[in-house]
């Protein structure tokens, strides 16, 4: 059974905090991904990795950076919280081809 | 850039059919998905064109047109489980990598 696992399903953070998102993958995916969802605005591509090392910005990656050292973890870092990063957050992964990807279920995160 | 426009809401009763639409504006991609996501769940894979045409799975069934700029989702025999958010996803072929980029969703209101 494939299988994303979230570090967190749950978090609060206080404004100006630095925060870890931690995303694993056990199908040996070549490409890892977070997103963001709002109410409304579905779900906007943060940053993407194809392989270790290499990260892609996506339409919204102010505010967040990511980490690849291993192939299976893939890191969302917010480097100081802000109360509009107020969200869920969701990691995948997918095969190279990306025909079909595989999703955590999320973190919700709260910033006060 | 990209983007892909879905209608925000459709309703329809138990046993129906109904059709979800995406259209979308992008300089190239591999492929049109979709991904159905139930409250509070993650979002899962549905269906995948690579090609013009339309693809079954059971009762979901989804179509491509290229030349038009199209795609749609088709539900038959709608149930009330099918009640959920609905998103098409392209995966462009302009950029480094492969991201994966998706529309704003449809929430999909199935009553008896």
């Known amino acids: ?112 | 850039g990209q983007s892909l426009e879905q209608p925000s809401e459709v309703t329809a009763v138990e046993g129906a059919i109904v059709q979800i639409n995406c259209t979308y504006q992008t300089s190239g991609f591999y492929g049109l998905s979709w991904y159905q996501q139930h409250d509070g769940g993650a979002p899962t894979f549905l269906s995948y064109n690579a090609l013009d045409g339309l693809e079954e799975t059971g009762r979901f069934s989804s179509f491509l047109s290229r030349s038009d700029s199209y795609g749609y989702l088709l539900l038959q025999e709608l149930q009330m489980k099918d009640s959920a958010s609905y998103f098409c996803a392209v995966r462009p072929s302009n950029q480094a990598g492969t991201a994966l980029i998706f529309g704003k969703g449809t929430t999909l209101s199935v009553s008896s």
Request: proline content about 3%; aromatic content about 12%.
């Open chain 1, 1 to 112: 059974d494939v299988k994303v696992t979230q570090s967190s399903r749950y978090l609060v953070k206080r404004t100006g905090e630095k925060v870890f998102l931690e995303c694993v993958q056990d199908m040996d995916h070549e490409n890892m991904f977070w997103y963001r969802q709002d109410p409304g605005l579905g779900l906007r591509l943060i940053y993407f990795s194809y392989d270790v090392k290499m990260k892609e910005k996506g339409d919204i990656p102010e505010g967040y950076s990511v980490s690849r050292e291993k192939k299976e973890r893939f890191s969302l870092i917010l480097e100081s919280a802000s109360t509009n990063q107020t969200s869920m957050y969701l990691c995948a992964s997918s095969p190279i081809t990306a025909r079909e990807a595989f999703f955590g279920q999320g973190t919700r995160l709260t910033v006060v």
